[in-house]
C-alpha cells in the first residue's frame, strides 16, 4: 500500500530530514520503523524538489557546511565554471566520412551545410508551461535496507514505464529534467542505488567493542567498526546487489515490465539486470554507459583467487581499507574537487549544475558516505562481464539504443562504438557537443531520442525511428543539428546516428585520416 504523506513526525522524519534524524533519539526513530515496514512506502508528494535539506541554491546553502578549508575557494571555483565559455562548439565540429561511399548515407561533405531540425525544449514556467509533479519516496525492501526513489506521471495509466538508473555517486535527483518533461507523456521513476544518494543506511552497519565486550560510543563515521551488526553482516554494495534491487523494485513498485535508462555505472546495471531478467525490460537505453565495473574477483567466477580477499566490500572493513579511504575520502568530498569533476565531465560549461553540485555536497555529508564508498570500491566483480551481458540481451532480443556524448573524458565515443559492433542493429546516436552526462547537459536531446525510440517500440516499427525518415535509412549514417530554445535563447547540438552499415575499423580510420583532410584543404 503506497501511503502519501506531507508531515511525518519530527522524531524520525524519514522523508526530509533523512540521515538528520537518526542524530536524534535512536528509541523515538526505532519506534517509527515498524510504521514503514507496515506499509512499505512513503512519498512526499511536492511540485518543488529542490535538495536533501531543502536548499535549491548557492546562495541558500549555510556555509557552515562548506567549511572545510577550502569552502570558500569550491564556491568561486563553481562560479567560474558556470560563467565559462563552451570550448567545443557544433560550429567548429571536424565532419569525416564513416566508410567507403555507401557507408556514408547522407553525412555532410567537408563544407557542406549540416540539415537542422527543430525540437520542443523542456518545460518552462515562465512560458506557462508545466512539467510533471515529482513525488519522493521511499521503499522498504527488506529490514534497515530504505530505498529512495522518485517518480512521476503516475496519472498517464495507459503509458509506458520508465525507470532511470543512475551514475556513480549522483542518485535520482539527477533525472530531474527527465522526470518533469517526460513524466507528462510516460510513467517515470527515477532510483538511488543502495549505498549511494539517499539510499544510505539509517544505522551504523557496524559496532565499536570495548575490550569488556560491551559496546563503546560510535564514530562520527559510520561503518568503521570492529563488527557488523546481524542485517549488515552479508552487505556488499556491488553490482549484483544492485541488480536485486532493480529486480525488486521493478516486482513490488512498478508492477511490470519496463524501460530501463541508465547512464555510467547505471548503464553498466541496465544491461547487467537485463541479462538476467529479460522478462522484466522493455527495452534498455544506455547513456555513456562504463563497460566494467569493480576490481576484486567475483567468488563464483573466480573461486581460487577470490580466497584472497575473502570479505571484498563487506562490513566491518579492515582498519588499513580504513586508513586508505579516509585519505582519499578527504581529496574526492572536498567541495573544490567535486567542483573539479563536474567542470571535467560536462563539455558545455555554461550548464546550471548548482543542484547537482549541493545534491552531491550533502550526500558527502551522510556518516555512512565514507564506509559505502569503501564498500563499492572494495566490491566483487559481477558474475558477468559487460560483454557477457551484452551477448545474453543480444541472444535473449532485448531492444538496446545507444546515447553517447562525445566530449566524455571519462567514457570515450571508442566504447559506445565497441557497444554498436556487438549490436549492429541497436541506434546509435553520438551527440556533440555533450559529455558524460547528456541527459543533464543536453536533456532537449536526450528526452527527444528517447521518446522516439520508445515510441518506434510501442509502434512495432511503425513510427521511425528519430531523424530517420524511413526504414532503408536505418543502414546509413546520418548527420542532423537539432536546435531548440532553452531560457529563451536558441541553442543547438550535433547528432550523428550510425546505422547498421557501421563498421568500427572505418571509424578509427577516419579519426586518423582527419587530419590529413585538413592539412589537403589548407594546401589547397
Known sequence: MEILSYNCSPSCHVVNLWWKSVRKSSNSCQSKLPSIREHRFSCNNTEVRSGFSGYSNINQFPSTNLDRGKGSRSLNSLQGFRNLNSQVSSANYDGYVIGGEEDAGIIPKEGEAIPKALIPGLPEESNGECGAKISSCFWEWKPKFNVHYEKAGCENVNSPPVLFLPGFGVGSFHYEKQLRDL?????????????????????????????GGSTEGKDSLWGFGDKAEPWASELVYSVDLWRNQVCYFIQEVIREPVYLVGNSLGGFVAVYFAAYNPELVKGVTLLNAT????????PIRSPRLAKIFPRSGKFPLPASVRKLIEFLWQKISDPESIAEILKQVYADHSTNVDKVFFHILETTQHPA??????????????????????????????PICLMYGKEDPWVK???????????????????????????????????????????????????????????????????????????????????RFYGSRFSLWNKIGSYFRSPFRKLEIKSS
Not at 564508498?373 to 562481464?385: C, D, M, Y
Request: proline share 8%; aromatic share 10%.
Open 413 to 495: 565515443p571508442i566504447w559506445g562504438l565497441q557497444v554498436k559492433k556487438q549490436l549492429p542493429e541497436a541506434p546509435y546516436y553520438e551527440i556533440s557537443p555533450a559529455g558524460h552526462c547528456p541527459h543533464d547537459e543536453v536533456p532537449e536531446v536526450v528526452n527527444y531520442l528517447l521518446r522516439g525510440w520508445i515510441k518506434n517500440l510501442e509502434s512495432e516499427g511503425s513510427v521511425a525511428l528519430p531523424l530517420l525518415d524511413d526504414e532503408e535509412s536505418i543502414q546509413y549514417s546520418i548527420d542532423k543539428k537539432l536546435e531548440f530554445v532553452r531560457e529563451g535563447s536558441k541553442k543547438s547540438v550535433r547528432v
Open 183 to 211: 513524466g507528462r507523456d510516460y510513467r517515470v521513476w527515477a532510483i538511488d542505488f543502495l549505498g549511494q544518494g539517499m539510499s544510505l543506511p539509517l544505522e551504523d552497519p557496524t559496532l565499536r567493542l570495548k575490550e
Open 291 to 298: 563497460p566494467f565495473w569493480g576490481f576484486s574477483p567475483n
Open 369 to 398: 558516505a565514507a564506509a559505502s564508498l569503501a564498500s563499492i570500491l572494495f566490491a566483487p566483480r559481477g558474475q558477468l562481464s559487460f560483454d557477457e551481458a551484452l551477448l545474453r540481451c543480444r541472444m535473449n532480443d532485448v
